[in-house]
């Protein structure tokens, strides 16, 4: 099997052509991005532009029904998910994927191993104490050290998307697809996971499906706009907010940019 390398700056994952269809109906319609390692993307759009057939394409929770995905130059499109996740693509799931009885550190615990024992890493036997110190260090990148021992059921909703991150990560993937990480959240929470996502776009691939353009505008060096399953704009976020066509979308729905 080919090495997939993931330099800093390198292109990890590349969509040509990427187009999803549902009967007659084009979700999607031949999009063509390149995300390269060491940045966080975001791809926008307003309700209903395609943005989260994308990450289902992109997290190969769904199959193209045209174009080709590459991952480290190979092609991916049509594994089988669990595939993905091995590869080092990891999603996070808006239907929650925490163990509400078990604490935040149990389960990352349990995200650790599961992921651990399904590829065979970890099998000395001091490997339980190893997973019990990565947890606390994940727990740490996520802001959640303080909650440790709490149930997960008993944090807030904030906390317990920041906790479901945690989970995505425990696989160490090499890129981190999030859809929607603010979805009903207020604008304290918001501000809380847009700070947790810039600390960990330092060191990690994120790639971001977002529909609130003004939230994004600060965190990202590079924006896709979706509008009716096309690709009309690529650029940085000054490009965007310069972008004719973009402006347009946006303002013509209530709200504007969306809020923040
Ligand atoms: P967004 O995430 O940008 O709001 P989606 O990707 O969820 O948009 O949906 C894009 C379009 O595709 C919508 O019109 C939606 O109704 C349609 N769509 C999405 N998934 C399906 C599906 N499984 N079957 C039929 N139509 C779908
Ligand atoms: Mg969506």
Redesign the pocket.
């Given at each position: 099997m080919a090495q997939v390398s993931t330099g800093a700056g390198e292109v990890l994952l590349e969509a040509r052509g990427l187009g999803r269809r549902?009967?007659d109906?084009v979700?999607?319609d031949g999009v063509s991005a390149q995300f390269r390692a060491g940045r966080i993307t975001a791809v926008i759009?307003?309700?209903?532009?395609?943005?989260?057939?994308?990450?289902n394409l992109l997290s190969g929770a769904l199959r193209p029904t045209s174009g080709t995905l590459l991952f480290g130059g190979r092609p991916i499109a049509g594994l089988p998910q669990h595939r993905f996740a091995h590869l080092g693509i990891a999603r996070s799931y808006q239907i929650t994927s925490l163990f509400p009885r078990l604490t935040a550190h149990e389960n990352l615990r349990t995200a650790m191993q599961a992921f651990a024992a399904r590829y065979d890493l970890w099998t000395r036997r001091d490997a339980l104490r190893d997973l019990a110190e990565r947890a606390d260090a994940l727990l740490e990148a996520i802001g959640l050290a303080a909650r440790r021992d709490r149930p997960a059921a008993s944090l807030s909703h904030g906390e317990q998307r920041a906790l479901e991150i945690g989970v995505a990560l425990a696989a160490a993937p090499k890129l981190l697809l999030l859809d929607e990480p603010t979805a009903g959240m207020g604008p304290e929470e918001t501000k809380a996971m847009v700070a947790l996502l810039r600390r960990l776009s330092e060191e990690r691939t994120i790639l971001l499906?977002e529909?609130k353009m003004k939230m994004i505008l600060g965190l990202s060096e590079r924006i896709l706009v979706?509008h009716h399953?096309r690709l009309i704009a690529d650029g940085t976020p000054a490009e965007i907010q310069a972008d004719a066509e973009v402006r347009r979308v946006y303002l013509g729905q209530s709200g504007g940019y969306g809020h923040a």
């Open positions: 549902f009967g109906f979700a999607l759009g307003p309700n209903g532009a395609g943005k989260s057939t994308f990450f499906v529909h979706l399953g």
